[in-house]
C-alpha cells in the first residue's frame, strides 16, 4: 500500500515537472500574418470587356494582438497590381498610393469603393460577373496568402452618396 502510493507520488511530481519545465522554456511559435489574417467578403468589380482597369475589395480581420500589414498583391488577371487609397479633396475624389495597408491588432480593415482597394491596371482579359480570379496577398513578415476572389457588380458608393454623383463619372474617378 505504502509502495504504491510511493509510487503515484512519483509520477504525479514528474508530470507536473514536465509540464511546467515545457511551459517555461518553449516561446510560443512565432504566428505568421498569413495565418492569423481572416479574408472575408473579396470580390473583383466587373468591367466592360474593352477596360483596362479595375479593383478588388474586401475585409482582412487581424485575429493577433500584433499591428500586421499588407505590402503587396500580385494576380496573372493583370499587368500591375497596386494599393490605392481614395481621398476626397475638395469634392474632388483623388487616388493615391499605398506602399501598405496597416490591419490593427484585433480590428478589421476593410478595402472597399471610394476608400482603400486593390487596384488592377492594364487587365489582361474581360472581367466578367461569374468569373472568379486569384490573388496572392503578401505581408509584411513575407508570408503569403492566395486566395480566391469572385467577379461581381455592386454598388459604388452608399446609396446616399449616389445619389449625388452619376455613375459614369464615378466610374472613371474612383477607379
Ligand atoms: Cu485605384
Known sequence: ??????????AIIALLQGCSSSKVNQPLPAQTTASVIQIEDPWARAVPPNASNSAVFLD????????????????????????????????????????????????????HPGGIHIMLIGLRGPLEVGRVIELELVY????????????????LLP??????????SLTTRTQ
Open 159 to 168: 446609396i446616399t452618396a449616389q445619389n449625388n454623383y452619376s455613375p459614369d
Open 60 to 111: 482582412l480581420r487581424n485575429e493577433s494582438e500584433q499591428l500586421r500589414k499588407l505590402v503587396e498583391v500580385h494576380s496573372e488577371v493583370a499587368e500591375r497590381v497596386e494599393l490605392h487609397t481614395t481621398k476626397d479633396e475638395d469634392g474632388m475624389l483623388r487616388k493615391e498610393r499605398l506602399q501598405e495597408v496597416p490591419i490593427p491588432a484585433l480590428e478589421t480593415q476593410s478595402f
Open 140 to 155: 509584411a513578415d513575407q508570408s503569403k496568402e492566395t486566395i480566391s476572389v469572385p467577379v461581381d457588380e455592386r454598388p
Open 1 to 10: 500500500m505504502l509502495r504504491s502510493f510511493t509510487l503515484l507520488l512519483c
